[in-house]
C-alpha cells in the first residue's frame, strides 16, 4: 500500500517536474529585440520550402542542405486545397504529409515556422482555396463574412489540433515556433473598410484563440493587433518597424529572386543585393529573415496559380528547382548568416550606436558589457567604393555594401565580396529513347453527348468545371446559305471571340482555325482570325483553358474566366451575325481525361495507334505516350518540352504539370540597376520559350518501362521530346 502511493507520488512528482519544466524550458515569447526561446533572445535565419513543391523523397536533403547553409528555422505555408479536396474529406499522405515534413524538420534540428493563412497567396491555385469553398451558400472570401470565417475556423483549428496532437509546438517541445495567420492582409483591409477590419481582428483573435503557445504573425499587416507580430514582406525591409515598440522587427519574406509566368522572362537576383538587403535589415535591429523562397520547386500538376504562373518554381533560390545548390547565391547567404552569427551576443543586447563616416558612410556599432562589440559599416553610394577610418582604422567599403566586423575590428564579411565559385548548371543529353510511340486524336466531331449542358448564351468557366478539369468546349452551329458561301469577293469571314482567359482555341468544322491567349498583365484577350466555313452546317468549337486560378487580388473568386462573348462573325451577306446568345453547348473536359489515359494499365475503350512517324503529324488536340527506361545514377532528371506546343504531362500516372513554349516577350531589360552600378534586378530570356525544361523527379520513374503520357493542344514534334539530366560543374 505504502510503496504504492510512494510510486503513485513519484509519478506525481514527474508529472510536475516535467511541467515546471515545461513551463520554463518550452516556451516562445518576444520582446523588443527578438522572439525568446527558452528564454533566450535569437537571431533566426529562416528559409521558405514548400512540401508540396518537391516528393517526399527530396525532402530530408533539403532540409539538410538549408541547416548547412546557416539556416535555422524552415517557413512553409499549408496548402488548403491540397488537404480538403471536397468538404470535409482530408488528405495529408505523400506529398502532403505536413506532418512528416515537420518532423523531419525537428529531426535535422531546425525549427518551424508554420504559415497557416488559409490563405496564401504563393502563385498556388486559387491561393490556397478549395475551389468549392466558392460555392459554400452566401459565401465572400477574406472579409467580415460568416460562412468564410466558419469554414477558415474550421480548417486553421483542424491544422492546429493535428499539430498539437503530435506535439509539434516548441511549447510541447516540438519544432514550431511561430504561426501565420491570414496572408498581407493589408490590401484589402484598407479597401474593405469596416468589413476588412472587422474581418482583420477576428482573424487574430481566432488565431490567438486556439492557444499554441507560440507567437502568431501577420505579414504585410500594420493593424495586426496585439499581441501578433505585424511582419514585412519585400525585397528590401531596411524601412520597416512593427507597429508597437515592444515587437521584434521580422522579415517574414526576403525575396530572393521571383516567379516566372509563361510569356514572361526569367528573373534573377543577384546575391550581392539581396545580402545587402539582409545585413541592412540586421544592422537596423532586425532579428528574423525568411528567405522566400530557399527552395522555390515545381508546381506539379494544376497547382500553379495566377493565371499563367509556370511549372517551375525555382524562384533563382538558393537550392534549385531540382534540388541542387545553386551558388554563389547559397554560400554568400551562409557566409552572411556566419558572420552574424558571430555578432548575435552583440547584436541582441545592444541598440546600436550610429556614426556618420562620411555623405553615404555610416558605422552601426552594438556595444554592451555582456554582448561585447560588433560593428556594420555601411556604404550606400551604389558607383563609388569608399575609405573610411573607424576606431582609428582605415577600411575599404565597395559600393553599395555592408562589412562585419563581429569585434568592431575585423571584417569577416562584405556584402559585395563574393568568394565563391558560380555552379555552371547542364542539362546534358542521356541516352534514353522513347520508345513505341502511340497517339490518340480527341475526336470532336461528337462533343455532344449526356455530360454536355447547352443553353442559350455563353456560361462561366469555373463555375461549369469547378476546376476539375482546365479545359471546357464551348459548341454551336452556323447555318451558312450556299449564296454566301465561303469566299465573298476573295474574303474569308472572320470570327471574332472575347474571352474573360485564359487561353482558347478556335476549331472550325474540327480543323484548328487558331488560337489566343491573354497574359499575366491582362488576362481577358480577343481573338480575331478569318474562318473557312462552308455552304450548310458548320460546327463552332471553341476550347477554353484556364491555366491556374488566379491567388491573389480583392475577391479574386468572384472573377469569371472563359468564353463570354461576345462571339460575332463579321463578313457574312448578312453583315454580321451575333452568335453570343445563340444556343451554346457545353462540354468539360477532354474524352482522354475522362477515360484516364495518363494513368498505367487504365482499362478504357481507347484505340490507341502505334505511330512510327510520330513526328511528322504534328496534330492538335492529341495524346502521345511512350515507353522510356531511367537513365542510370541520381542525377536530377527533366523532359525537354520545347519541341511541343502547349499541353499536360505525366509519368508513370504522375502529373509533372502544364507545359507551354510559348517565348518570354516583354520587358526583357537584362538587368535593372540601382543608379547605374548595382544590378538588383535581371530578367532574361526574351524571344526563348520561359520554360523548356519539366522536372521528372527521380521518385517518380523506376529503372525501366516509364510511362510517358501527354496532352498537346496545338501540335508539336514528339518525337524530340528529350529526357535531360541536371548535373553542377564549377567554373
Ligand atoms: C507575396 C506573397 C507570397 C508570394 C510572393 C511572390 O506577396 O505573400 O505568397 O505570392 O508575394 O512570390
Known sequence: ME??????????????????????????????????????????FSGSIHYPRSTPEMWEELIQKAKDGGLDAIDTYVFWNLHEPSPGNYNFEGRYDLVQFIKLVQRAGLYVHLRIGPYICAEWNFGGFPVWLKYVPGISFRTDNQPFKTAMQKFTQKIVQMMKDEKLYESQGGPIILSQIENEYEPEDKLFGDAGHAYMNWAANMAMSTDTGVPWVMCKESDAPDPVINTCNGFYCDYFSPNKPYKPTMWTEAWTGWFTDFGGPVHQRPVEDLAFAVARFIQKG????????????????????????????????????????????????????????????????????????????????????????????????????ARVTFNNMQYNLPPW???????????????????????QVQMLPTDTKMLSWETFSEDISSVDNDKTITVAGLLEQLNITRDTSDYLWYTTSVDISSAESFLRGGQLPSLTVQSAGHAMHVFINGQLSGSAHGTRESKRFTFKGDVKLQAGRNRVSLLSIAVGLPNNGPHFETWNTGVLGPVVLHGLDEGQRDLTWQKWSHKVGLKGEEMNLATPNSISPVKWIQDSFVGEKQQPLTWYKAYFDAPKGDDPLALDMSSMGKGQVWINGLSIGRYWSVNADGNCTGCSYLGTFRPVRCQFGCGQPTQKWYHIPRAWVKPTQNLLVLFEEIGGDASKIYLVKRSLTSD
Not at 13 to 31: F, G, H, K, P, R
Not at 401 to 423: E, M, R, W, Y
Request: hydrophobic letters at 35%; proline letters at 3%; one cysteine or more.
Open 3 to 44: 510503496a504504492n502511493s510512494s510510486s503513485k507520488w513519484s509519478s506525481l512528482c514527474i508529472i510536475l517536474l516535467s511541467l515546471y519544466l515545461q513551463v520554463i524550458q518550452c516556451s516562445v515569447t518576444y520582446d523588443k529585440k527578438a522572439l525568446v526561446i527558452n528564454g533566450q533572445r535569437r537571431i533566426l
Open 286 to 385: 532586425g532579428s528574423f529573415v525568411n528567405y522566400y523562397m530557399y527552395h522555390g520547386g515545381t508546381n506539379f500538376g494544376r497547382t500553379a496559380g495566377g493565371p499563367f504562373i509556370t511549372t517551375s518554381y525555382d524562384y533563382d533560390a538558393p537550392i534549385d528547382e531540382y534540388g541542387l545548390i545553386r551558388q554563389p547565391k547559397y554560400g554568400h547567404l551562409k557566409d552572411l548568416h556566419n558572420a552574424i552569427r558571430q555578432s548575435e551576443r552583440a547584436l541582441l543586447n545592444s541598440d546600436p550606436t550610429v556614426t556618420s563616416l562620411g555623405n553615404y558612410e555610416h558605422a552601426y556599432v552594438f556595444s554592451s558589457a555582456s554582448g561585447g562589440c560588433a560593428a556594420f559599416l555601411s556604404n550606400y553610394n551604389v558607383k563609388h567604393a
Open 401 to 423: 555594401s555592408i562589412s562585419i566586423l563581429p569585434d568592431c575590428k575585423n571584417v569577416v564579411f562584405n556584402t559585395a565580396q563574393v568568394g565563391i565559385q558560380t555552379s
